[in-house]
């Protein structure tokens, strides 16, 4: 099925062609129309979405940065009680989508809302434009910076900080001149995914009413698709960049931390109270905050009753539909994903060269571009396209190729991962014993590979929940999933019904990324030598590991 020669060689290639179709299609569009493509670049209307993107993303990466680097430190470094409690708390924002913060934050300032009701407080302006989105992005991302940084953190060497703290460094200077420098990778690491993030961002902006680029490619989709094309051109060059230099920074963290050692863990002090009302009000803000504006539009919607009989509220078993689609769809998206990554993955891995770099690079590229990029590149493909291709428009099976095209790069590294996991000494003892390659593969390799190869479709599946952009362009008429009603509710201010699918999804994605991230990361930390503890085998005796790779 999956072997060494040319034929294995010729369906990888085949299956990343795929990944590479949305942005070859947007360079060969955009280059047909050269004219078109300068007069949009040239116009103000890219200027000025271009600059509130590029504004946008670093003021959140910035914060994001500074957010979590903070918790990180506090909870990694210091003799916090209850580290596990507060990792697991500051990690669990990952489970809520932009646009449903984006929600929450307006459900919450809204007349009638619970900033109203349960504060008294009527005076206070809605939080939207520039402001609600860095305050709903920075909330929503910063795990992305404390999870790599609390990595990186547990496995510092204590020499330069016992080195510094002998000159008389206090524990702030100790921290912003050795510490901060060490971990500099994880953190421009993270700060990178975040500003990938920010700039891809559609459902949290467009509800927040701020003018991006992805706000204006989605709204010149219909009226000026020349336009629309420029402008998704220029977002995925700018994505495929910070990707680019994401990748770098991860690698060089990876490096360093082949200098790991047991860290020092420094007493709180008088600043105790301050440390534990730090990482209060994050997860307040952050997790419990959103949490409770849905509950309390959820709640009140229920009280209250709706004379809609379409609506959840008076059906709570019209759930049951959306609940069924996104499950559905995510499942299939996983398994597909998992079909076409696997030969990529052998590939790469046990033919390491030129091509293999070049199909797993293309394989993150389509990670790199935008959802909404990518569901638009499909959409004008597809419309223009006569013949079998032109069918294919808002059709299942579109929609699935999207998600697997755009999220793929999820399973690629865990995929990578199991490959080079199953030893090629017992494929030589297969075959010497006259196993067929099918024989081979389903017998012996296939039974490693499984574990590594779920937590790949694991990935894809969480993602492909709370997708957005791609499942309003590419959905069959009459197709919804939980991430559809809560944007067409929240567009007609149907708080209420918002909030009922918003806690749904919530809870979907809740479980998946304790499985898939919160879990794993909490037990490799707890599996880190604490300092005075043994080392443990496999390790130096200053606590160093060897890297283990990573997805993107």
Known sequence: ??????????????????????????????????????????????????????????????????????????????EVRGRRIWALLLCLPLV??????????????????????????????????????????????????????????????????????????????????????QARAAIAAGALLVFLY????????????????????????????????????????????????????????????????????????????????????????????????????????????????????????????PLLSTVGVSVVAALVTIVMILPIAFRSVRRAGRLGEVLAGTVVGGFALPGLVTALAFVFFTLSTPGPLGALYQTLPLLVLAYVVHHGALALGAAQSAVAGVPQRLDDAARIMGRSRLRRFAGVEMPLMLPGLAAGAGLVLLSTAKELPATLLLAPPGFSTLATKVWQAAELAAFEEAAVFALVLVAISGVLTWFLVVRPALRSWSDRPHPGAAPTQGESPTGSRSPEPTTP
């Open 1 to 78: 099925m999956i072997g060494r020669g040319w034929g294995a060689t010729a369906l990888a290639v085949a299956l990343t062609v795929p990944f590479a179709l949305p942005f070859a299609y947007l360079l060969v569009r955009n280059a047909q129309d050269l004219g078109g493509l300068w007069d949009a670049v040239s116009d103000d209307r890219l200027v000025g979405p271009l600059l509130r993107s590029l504004g946008l993303g670093i003021a959140v990466s910035a914060a994001a940065a500074a957010l979590g680097t903070g918790a990180a430190w506090l909870v990694a470094r210091t």
């Open 96 to 181: 809520i989508p932009s646009f449903v913060g984006a929600v929450a934050l307006i459900a919450a300032f809204s007349p009638g809302g619970l900033v109203e009701d349960a504060l008294g407080i009527s005076w206070l302006p809605e939080l939207n434009g520039f402001l609600g989105a860095f305050i709903v992005l920075t909330l929503l991302t910063y795990p992305y910076v404390f999870l790599p940084v609390m990595a990186r953190l547990r496995t510092l060497s204590p020499a330069l900080e016992e080195s510094a703290r002998l000159l008389g460094r206090r524990p702030a200077s100790v921290f912003m001149t050795v510490v901060v420098p």
């Open 198 to 321: 920010v700039i891809s961002d559609f459902g949290a902006v467009q509800l927040l009413r701020y003018d991006t680029l992805t706000r204006a490619i989605y709204a010149d989709r219909l009226l000026d698709p020349i336009t629309s094309m420029a402008l998704s051109l220029v977002l995925g060059l700018l994505a495929v960049t910070v990707v680019a230099l994401e990748r770098r920074s991860s690698r060089v963290g990876l490096r360093d931390q082949a200098r790991a050692g047991s860290p020092l863990m420094l007493p709180l002090g008088r600043a105790a109270v301050a440390a534990y009302g730090f990482l209060a009000l994050v997860i307040g803000f952050a997790l419990v905050a959103p949490i409770a504006v849905l509950g309390y539009w959820a709640i009140r919607g229920f009280v209250r009753g709706s004379t809609d009989s379409a609506s959840v509220i008076s059906d709570p078993g019209l759930i049951t539909g």
